[in-house]
Each structure stands twice: as C-alpha cells, then as structure tokens.
C-alpha cells in the first residue's frame, strides 16, 4: 500500500506543513507531545489536529509508540546521514562539523524534539530501532573523542562530554528559532573540542570551515 496515500478523505484543507498527510501528522504529534506531554495526548487529539478521522491516522501509524518512534529518528537520523557523508579528515575537524551540524538540527527543529528524550514514556515505549540509531550516534562521538585525547592527554572521563553537551542544546530550544541558533550550535562545537583538551589556535581553523558544512542545513 503507499503509504503516501490517505486512507480516507480529509475532514479539512491541509492545515500542516508537509508534502505527505504523514508529515502532517507527524508535525502534529511533534506539537502535542511536546506541549501537552506524551500521556496527556490521544491519537485522536493528532488527528483532529490534522484534520482528518482518526482512522485515517491509523493507516499511517498504529499505535502512538510508532508516532513517537518516528519523531525521535528525526533527532538521530539527519545527523548519521550527515556524519556518513563528510570527507576524511581529522578527528578534531571531523567531531567539530558533526556537533555544529547536530546541535543546529536540533535547535532550529519546527518543535522541539529533542526534548521528548526526557519523557518518562520513553523506558516503556517501544523504541528499539530509536534506541539503537542513537546509541550509534553516542558512539560516533565517543570514537572520535577519543581519537582526540591520545593527541592532548586528557583523561578518558572526558570521552562522552561532546555529546552529553550537544544534547543539552534541548534545553535552549526556542520557538520561533532565534537567529542566532547555528551559531550557539557553533560555539557547543568549540566547547566540545575545549573539553577534550583542544587548544584555541586550532579552533580558529576549524571555525572557519565549519559555516560551509552546517550550512548544508
């Protein structure tokens, strides 16, 4: 079946951004879930969101777990597509691009995703394939942090710093995005190589690459 088919017609015009009905229940979810919560939001809130039956939500999604799955990859899925695309290169400048271009994912999402990491739903949904795409992601990070502390000799405590520090990008997450956001993403990627023991000379060239590859964005 294409699954960019609806299953029935539509209550409504299109109300949501998106090219797909998907999209639009997924932005509608993202909103929900993030601002009602994840308990207090019923597939059938979704779909009067979107402005269509709740049967037709179902055609796309069967149970909230797979809405909420779907919008958590949006937060790693980007990201590891980007890190598999970027030329050979440094530790430094390869970690460094990969933060910025995270942590801009993030703070300029239409809603902030990032923050249904904190869901208490999250230990009892299941989540899988998210769980598993983000720990592939935390290791990503890990490998090249750690590449860069057999160069400056810090202790290896400060190996998963770097992501720990991008996440908390969450927390700055505003709406409508400030226009200073890539750039906070970009001073997260400096803070991540400073922790790792990265002197400032080097990051006077890595912040004059770093533009040009988030701007892929």
Not at 16 to 40: M, N, Q, V, W
Not at 45 to 52: C, H, L, R, S
Request: charge should be neutral; hydrophobic fraction near 45%; proline fraction near 4%.
């Amino acid at each position: 079946m294409d699954a960019t088919r609806a299953g029935r017609p539509r209550l409504t015009e299109r109300r949501r951004p998106g090219t797909t009905a998907r999209d639009e229940i997924l932005d509608a979810a993202a909103e929900l879930f993030t601002t009602r919560g994840y308990a207090s939001t019923s597939t059938r809130a979704i779909a009067e969101a979107v402005g269509v039956r709740q049967a037709s939500l179902y055609h796309y999604f069967k149970t909230k777990d797979e809405l909420l799955s779907a919008l958590l990859h949006l937060t790693v899925t980007p990201t590891l597509a980007f890190l598999s695309e970027l030329a050979e290169d440094s530790a430094a400048h390869t970690l460094h691009a990969l933060a910025a271009f995270d942590g801009a994912q993030l703070l300029t999402a239409r809603w902030n995703l990032g923050a249904l990491y904190l869901l208490p739903e999250l230990r009892e949904a299941r989540l899988a394939t998210f769980w598993t795409e983000r720990e592939r992601l935390r290791l990503a990070y890990l490998d090249l942090s750690r590449s860069i502390l057999v160069t400056t000799g810090v202790t290896d405590d400060a190996a998963d710093l770097p992501f720990r520090l991008v996440e908390s990008l969450v927390n700055m997450w505003s709406r409508p995005a400030r226009p200073d956001h890539v750039a906070l993403a970009g001073h997260v990627a400096d803070a991540c190589l400073r922790v790792l023991g990265v002197n400032d000379d080097v990051l006077v060239a890595l912040r004059a690459s770093g533009p040009a590859r988030v701007g892929r964005l």
